[in-house]
C-alpha cells in the first residue's frame, strides 16, 4: 500500500522532483521540470518550461510560452490528499495572465497530471487550458 499522502507529516508525498511533457494546442509540447515541497498540507514548488509550448489566445492570436521559470504555492485539497490546487500569474506576449493549477498525484507517488486553466485577458474571447503529466526523478 502506498505511504499516506500530505496531513500530519512534516515531508508529504508531493515533495520531490517531477520531469514531464506539457501539452498546447496546435500539437505544441515542452519539456518541464517541477520540484515540489510539502509541508503539511501546503506545497509550494518551482516549474521550469522549456521552449515549444503554443497557446492559442482566441482573438489576440496563437502566442508562444517563453521558456520560464515559475513558482506557486497552494494547499492540498482535504477531500482528496492526492489534489493540490494553486493560482497564479505568469507573463505572456506583454500580458500578465492568471493560472489556476490542478496537480494530481498517482497512488503510488510516482506520476502527476496536471491541468493549468489560463484566465486571459477579456478581450481575447477564450481561456485555454495546458495539460502536462510528469513522472518522480
Known amino acids: ?21 506539457l501539452n498546447g494546442h496546435n500539437g505544441s509540447s515542452a519539456n518541464g521540470m517541477l520540484v515540489l515541497t ?18 492559442d489566445a482566441g482573438t489576440c492570436g496563437v502566442q508562444s510560452v517563453p521558456e520560464l521559470s515559475q513558482g506557486a504555492a497552494g494547499a492540498i485539497d482535504p477531500a482528496a490528499p492526492n ?11 506583454g500580458f500578465t495572465i492568471g493560472v489556476a493549477l490542478t496537480v494530481e ?7 502527476l497530471a496536471a491541468r493549468a486553466d489560463l484566465d486571459l485577458p477579456f478581450l ?5 487550458s495546458i495539460s502536462g503529466t510528469f513522472n518522480r526523478q
Open 1 to 21: 500500500a502506498p505511504a499516506p499522502i500530505g496531513g500530519e507529516a512534516t515531508s508529504g508525498g508531493f515533495t520531490g522532483a517531477f520531469s514531464g511533457t
Open 38 to 55: 510539502q509541508t503539511g498540507d501546503t506545497v509550494s514548488g518551482e516549474l521550469a518550461i522549456g521552449p515549444g509550448l503554443v497557446i
Open 83 to 93: 489534489r493540490l490546487r494553486t493560482s497564479s500569474t505568469i507573463p505572456v506576449a
Open 105 to 111: 498525484l498517482a497512488p503510488d507517488g510516482q506520476a
Open 124 to 128: 481575447c474571447g477564450r481561456d485555454p
